[in-house]
């Protein structure tokens, strides 16, 4: 087990985003986190990873989040937030590279492998022929894959991305999805994305914890998580199941 949370909570002053909230997480696991904005998906990924001073147990192999330094954090754990930035005239190189800053040596020196690394994941995410480019001339799918390949050029154990498929079209999105599902099974990638796609993450995720106003509504496979009758109270609208107990497919009810 890569990451186990027990009880946790975190208010925003006087406002509850996260109640008594436990999860573990697996390598070669994908856990998709569901429900409507405000539910408490976002910020659980940021107390995962220690952003927001929640309370109850944290552990990531093993130790207590308090006790990981940020730089061993990074190497263990990759984070993309909702809003991923860049600074002015960076180039998509300069972006991806920084993905290695956690592992860098003495001096922030980069080595043949921080190189090698680099290119490998820009050619896997389609990249290679526009690492040249400056990110301010690329189209708002190809930074947010540059954003992802950020992250995956930390060579991380686990991969927390928050709404990764913003800005991405559907076939993107197919194709995103498919790298996390083949980074998981060949690479034992851990995963959690938080979605708003109920059918694409659960045709993907192995676990969907569904979640409503900082409370777990439900959590299971997709088949026990997408039911009309867990899905209606939560998103506030009637909602109908088709597909088969494999492949579930919710939809509005008009």
Not at 11 to 19: K, Q, T
Not at 26 to 44: C, E, F, H, V, Y
Not at 97 to 118: M, Q, V
Request: hydrophobic residues 45%; neutral net charge.
């Amino acid at each position: 087990m890569i990451l186990q949370a027990s009880a946790v909570s975190f208010s925003y002053g006087d406002v509850p985003a996260l109640a008594d909230v436990s999860l573990s997480l697996d390598p070669g696991q994908i856990i998709a986190l569901i429900g409507p904005n405000g539910s408490g998906k976002s910020t659980l990924i940021k107390a995962l990873l220690g952003h927001v001073p929640a309370t109850g147990k944290i552990l990531w192999r093993d130790h207590d989040l308090n006790s990981w330094r940020l730089r061993d954090l990074a190497a263990v754990a990759a984070y993309l937030p909702q809003s991923p930035r860049h600074e002015p005239g960076q180039l998509v190189s300069d972006v991806l590279r920084l993905g290695r800053a956690a592992r860098w040596g003495a001096f922030g020196l980069e080595s043949s492998a921080d190189e090698r690394i680099t290119l490998e994941v820009a050619t896997l995410l389609g990249l290679q022929n526009l690492l040249n480019r400056p990110m301010e001339q690329m189209s708002g799918g190809q930074r947010q894959r540059v954003f992802i390949g950020r992250c995956l050029i930390q060579q991380p154990s686990a991969l927390l991305l928050d709404e990764p498929n913003t800005f991405l079209d559907l076939k993107h999105q197919i194709d995103l999805w498919h790298l996390l599902r083949d980074l998981a099974k060949n690479k034992n990638l851990a995963v959690i994305v938080a979605s708003h796609e109920l059918n694409i993450a659960g045709a993907y995720a192995d676990r969907l914890i569904l979640l409503n106003n900082g409370h777990i509504a439900a959590s299971g496979t997709p088949d026990e998580v997408l039911r009309p009758e867990l899905l209606t109270p939560v998103y506030g609208v009637p909602i109908a199941r088709y597909g088969t107990a494999k492949n579930p497919i919710v939809v509005p009810q008009v």
